[in-house]
């Protein structure tokens, strides 16, 4: 794999995919300093919000795939971070998905089979998993909206359990 230095753009019906930037970092630092993280390590402050959006995108670097910022077409206000993860200590590549404005749209839905879409056609990815904390329905619904299925759960030795949700391949996607 040879890592990418520029970052697509995806787009679908409703949603923009693109590069995160510093233009981000100040509702992205919101998000992270609310109690919607509860489900994602919890409250981060607003160096720590900079640090974990230079993260997003070393990502990109280091691995050749990421997390793009969400916006909607009308207006390039980030309403999420959506796409592909994998830290060293993750059981496998990721499709991941934060929507912290317009929840409950399907935007998360939509974002993250764009983001699955890519990782399949484009990085020939084989199959792909999302982690998801114990108790966070939302995010549970949309992987079985995205076709998931849950599998055994991952113990984190530093946070704990988590649910692994196993997507369909791309042969079964296809269908």
């Not at 233009?23 to 993280?37: C, I, N, P, R, Y």
């Not at 509860?38 to 981060?44: A, F, N, T």
């Not at 919000?49 to 670097?61: A, D, I, M, N, P």
């Not at 484009?122 to 998993?129: K, Y």
Request: charged letters at 20%; glycine letters at 12%; hydrophobic letters at 40%.
């Amino acid at each position: 794999m040879t890592p990418l230095t520029a970052i697509p753009t995806l787009e679908t019906k409703r949603l923009i995919l693109r590069a995160p930037g510093p233009q981000d970092h100040e509702v992205f630092a919101a998000f992270l300093g609310s109690d919607a993280t509860q489900y994602i390590g919890g409250k981060r402050t607003e160096a720590q919000s900079w640090r974990y959006l230079c993260e997003v995108l070393g990502q990109w670097t280091m691995r050749g795939f990421g997390r793009w910022m969400v916006t909607l077409k009308a207006d390039d206000t980030a309403i999420g971070l959506v796409g592909l993860h994998q830290p060293l200590d993750w059981p496998g590549q990721e499709v991941g998905w934060y929507i912290w404005a317009g929840t409950g749209k399907g935007y998360a839905r939509e974002a993250g089979q764009a983001a699955r879409d890519y990782a399949y056609e484009t990085l020939g990815w084989t199959t792909a998993i999302s982690m998801i904390d114990m108790g966070n329905g939302p995010s549970v619904r949309v992987a079985e909206a995205l076709g998931a299925v849950r599998e055994d759960d991952y113990d984190f030795p530093d946070h704990g359990p988590v649910m692994v949700y196993r997507h369909p391949t791309p042969q079964e996607v296809s269908k």
